[in-house]
């Protein structure tokens, strides 16, 4: 019994004697061009790099590239987002060497969801994809479609529920391969 107590009071001792090992927090520096009231989302670690989706009002879309210290690399325009019409909504489907950024917008009365294939530097890859439009006869503040994807990445479905009817409530769903084809 003393045996036992002598040797958990030495092991004790070695113990609260090692070296503690820290959790090593790294994070981005405040950037010039951010605001308040700018939204971000981050896409995902894309090639190694990480990625952060950032609309200011609106008027830009950017994609700010980051390092795994967390410094900025690069900033990627994402001109083809109009810019002039309501953004509603934004997901990112990472994978390892590139993400889809599906969107939502409100042009007039019609909302667009629509899908852009983004690489490891913010660009966009090949053309802009439209995936679905909704015609609406009044300015909806809410999102229309909901994006979800599988947990193995093979499948990603588009659907929207019309509850316009309060007895019937319409399912419309896109169920899409990893490629996007329907």
């Keep these: ?29 405040y950037d010039k061009d951010d605001t308040r009231s700018m939204s971000f989302e ?3 670690k894309i090639n190694g790099n990480f990625l952060i989706y950032k609309n200011n009002r609106g008027n830009r879309h950017i994609i700010a590239v980051l390092n795994n210290e967390m410094q900025e690399i690069a900033v990627a325009e994402q001109d ?10 934004v997901d990112f489907f990472p994978y390892n060497d590139f993400c889809y950024m599906i969107y939502q917008y409100q042009k007039k009365n ?14 966009k890859i090949g053309e802009v994809k439209e995936l679905d439009t909704t015609h609406i006869g009044f300015a ?9 994807c599988s ?3 093979t499948r990603i479905i588009v659907f929207k529920i019309n509850t316009r009817d309060k007895k019937i409530y319409k399912l419309t769903t896109c169920l899409m391969d990893d490629k996007l084809d329907l």
């Design 1 to 29: 019994n003393m045996v036992g107590r002598i040797l958990g009071l030495a092991l004790l001792i070695l113990v609260e004697s090692l070296p503690a090992q820290g959790q090593k927090i790294v994070y981005s520096e």
């Design 42 to 44: 981050i896409a995902g």
């Design 80 to 89: 083809y987002i109009p810019n002039n019409d309501r953004m509603i909504n």
């Design 110 to 123: 019609v909302i667009y969801c629509v899908a852009a294939k983004i690489d490891g530097n913010g660009k």
């Design 140 to 148: 909806a503040n809410n999102k229309i479609y909901t994006v979800l």
């Design 151 to 153: 947990e193995d990445k």
